[in-house]
């Protein structure tokens, strides 16, 4: 019983560690931006002909 109860208690730590670690690493990479897209036409509502600034 005694054994049983220790292997849980060091599996769980381990699985703490993972949980506690996994997140931090994928932080410290930079994100990856691709190029941009193709300007795209949204119609009258949003492309006017009239100055708004």
């Avoid at 109860?5 to 670690?21: A, F, H, R």
């Avoid at 997140?23 to 990856?32: K, W």
């Amino acid at each position: 019983m005694n054994r049983i109860k220790s292997c849980l208690t060091t599996l769980s730590g381990v699985l703490m560690l993972i949980v506690t670690l996994a997140p931090s690493a994928q932080a410290q990479q930079p994100p990856r931006f691709s190029d941009w897209s193709a300007p795209v036409n949204l119609g009258p509502p949003v492309n006017t002909a009239a100055f708004e600034g």
